[in-house]
Structures are given as C-alpha cells and as structure tokens.
C-alpha cells in the first residue's frame, strides 16, 4: 500500500549508481575508492576564516532570492575575465543551492511534457533522471571514444526531430574528461540554431582544464541568448559542502527559474555565498595550484593503466579517467563488482552514465597519489588473473 502514494516517475528511476558503489566500499579502510567525484582538499583557510568572522558578526539571514548582489557581481565579473561571457548580474545571474538546484530549475522551467532533451553519452547520471523526473523525453546522442568522446555534429544531426527542444551539455565531460574546442564547438552550434533549440550547458568543471583552455559554448556568436550556464564551486575551489552554485542566462529565462526557486529553496545558504565571494576575490591562486596537483595525478592514472593493458582516453579536463575494459569480456558493472571484491579498489561502472558508457570504468584521480599507485598494483594483478 505504501507504494502506492509513491509517484510512478518517482518509483521508476534507479538509484545513483555512482553512491551504490560508494557505500559498498563505505566503512573499509582496506578498500581504495575512486568512486565520488570529490576534491580530497579541504577549502583554503582563508575562505573558511571569511565564513567564521561573517558569523561572529550575525550573517545568518536570508538573503535575496537571486543571491547577494555582491557575489551575483563578482561571479558577472569573473565570467567574463575569463571566458568571454557577459551577464547583467541584477537580472541575469541566479545563486543556487550548488549546481544540482541550477540543473533541477533549468530542466523544470524549460521542459514540457512530451519535449525531446539531446543529451550526449557517456554523462552525468543526474541529467536523464531529472529530465524523465520533468516529463521529458531523453534521446541519447552517443559520444564515442574514437572522437574523444566530443560531442559531433554527425551524431547531433541523427538525434534531431521536431520534438527536440533541450540539449544537455557538460564539457568539460563527467566521466570522460572530454573538452570541446571553439572549432568543435561551432557545427554545434549551427545545428542548435537550425532548429530552435535551447541549450543547458553544465560547466561546474570549467576551470579543470588542462591542455587547452575552456570555451563555452555560450561564448559563440548568437548562442549566448539561447543558452543556460551552469556552474559552481564545488570542484575547482574544494567546496563541496558549502553547496553553492549558479546559472547565467537570458533574464527572461533566468526570470522562470527563478520562480521555482524562489518556491522552493528560497535562496543559497548565506555563509556559502560569503564563501564563494571570497573564492573568486582571493582564491583563485589556490585553485590554480589544486588544478595542478591534478595534472600530475592525470599523467600518474592514464600512464599507469596503459601499461597494465587498459586503453585508456587521455582526459583534458574534470578530474576523472575512463579506461576502456572491453577486451575483458566483462560488462562494466561485473568488472566492478569483482574489482571491489577482489581487489579492494572502488571505481564506477560506465553503464550507469548511458548507454555510451558500457565498456567503460570511471575513475576519479581526485584522492592522493599515494592511494593512486596503490590503486594500480592492486589492478594490474586483477586484470593479469582475467586476461
């Protein structure tokens, strides 16, 4: 009986995939998980000691809707140092709780019954569950590794039909680490205009890059008004739990999911946002240097899975690998399980990111380069026992 109340939308998505595997490996010192996709840094001091002044002097209120005008300024500011972007940040910078609320609003506000959402695979296992959650239809365009798992205009093309309305983007890409380039960009983006499309660009790993520098797809010429930025500072600045995200957009569509938002979370937690003012007045150095940390944790994974027999993408942003497992004979999930089993090292299935995963494991080089290399040994010996 209790099923019943229960909402079918809501009784027909799985569960995360990615936190299956985590609370597996939960709880076992012996297990090495490069699971969650989580910053082993802690949040520079001096962000944490601006959060602990502002309470010692009472900053524990509300704050407006969109956010505080300061931070809604800074973020305007910092968008367009630094990627091109130009936002009114009065009316078209909305403060959100982290990049998943950002995520929720867009799909909620601009998803109808019945609409088609374009989402490239392998991605984010939030995009498709929020989207059916919303009554869309999701229509998976495949990413494959022999393209650098870029979305191309080719596979874009097929995808399209008069129903389509959304296209989902996350570049640069979780679980693949893929990038996209102002040439890889621009057939792209023709195509979105041909056919009317909005697009909802989810670029929380923007400043992860690490061969070539970020471009939005926002920053071409006639896309900025059909497009929602996503973002937050939750993985460049090490600041997971403070949930504070954002999105920029058109005020028109800024103004739609600002209703929703203002039903519901009301706004950002204010000490977050004072973090985040003080992450973009005073920490980007810091980030700067976490951003190379990864870099060198980057070329220590991907050189260590090629030379234990696993093909492996070289990924130019994020902080994640997608080795390839297919020669195994094993699906993702099987893989993983037996891993874990066997070997004590955590990693999550590709599967679970689309169809476009399957064959696939992501692992994420956000935890320290000695449990990196512990890693590895652990999975050279298990796949020296499967092939």
Known sequence: MLNDWIAPRVRDIPPSGIRAFFDLSAGSEDIISLGVGEPDFVTPEHIREACMQALRQGSTSYT???GLPELREEIANYLQNNFNLRYDPAS???VTVGSSEALDLALRAFTAPGDEILLPSPSYIAYSPIGYLNGGTVVEVEARAEDGFKLTAEALRRAVTPRSKLLMLNYPNNPTGAIMTSEDWQPIADIVKENNLLVISDEVYA????DWKHVSIASLPGMQERTIVLSGFSKAFAMTGWRIGYA????ELLAAMLKIHQYTAMCAPVLGQIAAIE??????????????????????LVNGFRSIGMPCHVPEGAFYAFPSIAHTGLDSETFALQLLKESGVAVVPGHVFGAGGEGHIRCAYSVSTQRLSQALERMESFMKAKI
């Not at 920490?283 to 220590?300: D, F, S």
Request: proline share 3%.
């Open 64 to 66: 407006p809707n969109a």
């Open 92 to 94: 078209e910078v909305l």
């Open 207 to 210: 400043e992860l890059t690490y």
């Open 248 to 251: 920029c957009g058109h005020r």
């Open 279 to 300: 992450s973009l007045r005073h920490g980007l150095e810091a980030m700067n240097e976490m951003r190379e940390v990864y870099r060198q944790r980057r070329e220590l």
